[in-house]
């Protein structure tokens, strides 16, 4: 088998000097480039679905006629960044990979009043549905749009998930053997039952499995609608923390008081999901340190 291989790379090898110069070349640089814009698009493209948020809806006007056209324009409040996007043919508009975060909301079309909307959450692994209503005036004129339009029953999406914000994670009691554990909140949600607490024998229910060589960061598990634990994925600012060893344990379990929201999904996996069966929980990172820091000195 060894000895077939090197006779056909020796022999690829000879007809590589004795091919024309343009065509080897050429027949050789379309797959590389191929594999190159791969590998620059397919990671983005998994890591922005499972990190950031996602905001889409439809634009009519007063007798309910889609408005296509008009520039939608979104301001994140806290950072300053602005995405944009227009209305297609049928008035429908999509904004992907958004930051988590508060967000305001610009609507604008030549002949109609421009339709502001402030307060917009947009959470992680989630899609934030908002349908504008124009009114017909001059542009230059504003409706700021208080009404709430919160949508109860999900309809953009199939998977079960919850999410919680990082003011229910500071306020409520977390509790933990080295510290307030933030992964003691999903005892909240429908379904979980938490861990013995030990691998053998003395088991205290606190969900701490294993002993401190094999869980030093003393991170708690979780079975979820019946599924082993061991079915399990844990994910920080888009990257997973579980031991490959023992998967029922993180690597790192960071501060609550440095965690923005908690995005728990239970049933109905999407695609971009993986690697779990029974829960996947997805921690982001607050981007608003030195506020945190401000608050902790006084």
């Known amino acids: 088998m060894f000895n077939f291989n090197r006779t056909t790379l020796r022999g690829a090898r000879f007809s590589d000097v004795n091919a024309p110069a343009g065509g080897g070349q050429s027949s050789m640089m379309a797959p590389l480039l191929i594999l190159m814009l791969l590998a620059f698009v397919a990671p983005r493209v998994a890591y922005t679905q499972v990190l950031y948020g996602s905001l889409t809806g439809n634009v009519t006007d007063q007798k309910g006629a889609t408005v296509p056209g008009a520039k939608i324009e979104v301001t994140n409040v806290n950072t300053g960044d602005i995405r944009s996007v227009s209305t297609d043919e049928r008035g429908a508009y999509t904004l992907s990979d958004l930051q988590v975060g508060v967000y305001k909301i610009t609507i604008a079309m030549s002949s109609f009043k421009t339709a502001l909307k402030e307060d917009v959450r947009i959470e992680a692994n989630k899609v934030?549905?908002?349908?504008?209503?124009?009114?017909?005036?001059?542009?230059?004129?504003?409706?700021?749009?208080?009404?709430?339009?919160?949508?109860?029953?999900?309809?953009?999406?199939?998977?079960?998930?919850?999410?919680?914000?990082?003011?229910?994670?500071?306020?409520?009691?977390?509790?933990?053997?080295?510290?307030?554990?933030?992964?003691?909140?999903?005892?909240?949600?429908?379904?979980?039952?938490?861990?013995?607490?030990?691998?053998?024998?003395?088991?205290?229910?606190?969900?701490?499995?294993?002993?401190?060589?094999?869980?030093?960061?003393?991170?708690?598990?979780?079975?979820?609608?019946?599924?082993?634990?061991?079915?399990?994925?844990?994910?920080?600012?888009?990257?997973?923390?579980?031991?490959?060893?023992?998967?029922?344990?993180?690597?790192?379990?960071?501060?609550?008081?440095?965690?923005?929201?908690?995005?728990?999904?239970?049933?109905?996996?999407?695609?971009?999901?993986?690697?779990?069966?029974?829960?996947?929980?997805?921690?982001?990172?607050?981007?608003r340190g030195a506020s945190f820091n401000r608050r902790t000195r006084r």
């Open 128 to 287: 934030h549905r908002y349908d504008a209503q124009l009114e017909v005036g001059d542009v230059n004129e504003t409706v700021v749009v208080t009404a709430g339009q919160e949508t109860t029953l999900q309809t953009d999406r199939g998977d079960v998930n919850v999410t919680q914000s990082g003011q229910q994670i500071n306020n409520l009691p977390l509790f933990g053997s080295v510290g307030r554990n933030y992964q003691s909140m999903l005892q909240l949600i429908p379904g979980t039952s938490r861990g013995t607490g030990s691998f053998f024998l003395n088991a205290t229910g606190n969900g701490e499995d294993n002993s401190a060589a094999g869980n030093p960061q003393r991170s708690i598990s979780y079975n979820v609608n019946g599924v082993s634990r061991l079915q399990n994925n844990t994910k920080i600012d888009g990257s997973s923390v579980i031991y490959p060893w023992l998967p029922t344990n993180t690597v790192y379990v960071p501060p609550a008081e440095s965690i923005q929201e908690v995005n728990i999904v239970t049933n109905a996996f999407d695609a971009e999901q993986g690697l779990a069966g029974g829960v996947t929980t997805r921690t982001v990172a607050s981007s």
